[in-house]
């Protein structure tokens, strides 16, 4: 088994591919209409479906948007550097609510940036990260 992808609501769908494709740097895999059940499925990511999980953005035609729920908590994006991703990220219209810096109690650089919707989404440096894990 291996995990395909994580399903977000968005209320914009087209705002929503401008963040993730044009602030976070991942390219649109698929996009398809159900014109019947009015809603679009857009997939997007770092890499191929086969060997990357995913990311699917479903836009309910009717739906301008969503309550995020107290059971959400993130999705987590590896960086290499988090201070530069961050840096990055604003210089593309990207909102940081959490600067680059080590996590509370620990060593690992972290960040948080929001999407369009008010997803949180955590940037994690790479090197400190390996370390910590192991």
């Known amino acids: 088994m291996r995990m395909l992808h994580t399903m977000l609501r968005v209320g914009n769908l087209e705002r929503s591919l401008a963040f993730y494709t044009e602030v976070l740097g991942m390219s649109l895999l698929r996009r398809h209409d159900f014109e019947e059940g ?3 499925l857009a997939f997007v990511g770092y890499g191929d479906e086969s060997n990357h999980t995913v990311l699917e953005l479903t836009y309910n035609w009717d739906t ?9 908590g993130h999705i987590a994006l590896g960086v ?5 991703a961050c840096e990055d990220i604003q210089r593309r ?6 600067s680059a810096g080590p996590m509370k109690g620990g060593q690992t650089v972290i ?5 369009p919707d008010g997803y949180l ?3 994690i440096q790479q090197d400190q990260y390996a370390r910590s894990q192991s």
């Open 38 to 40: 009015r809603f679009t």
């Open 93 to 98: 219209g990207g909102e940081v609510v959490r």
């Open 121 to 123: 989404i955590e940037l």
């Open 111 to 115: 960040a948080f940036v929001k999407d």
């Open 80 to 84: 290499d550097n988090a201070y530069d």
């Open 64 to 72: 301008s948007s969503y309550d995020l729920g107290n059971a959400y």
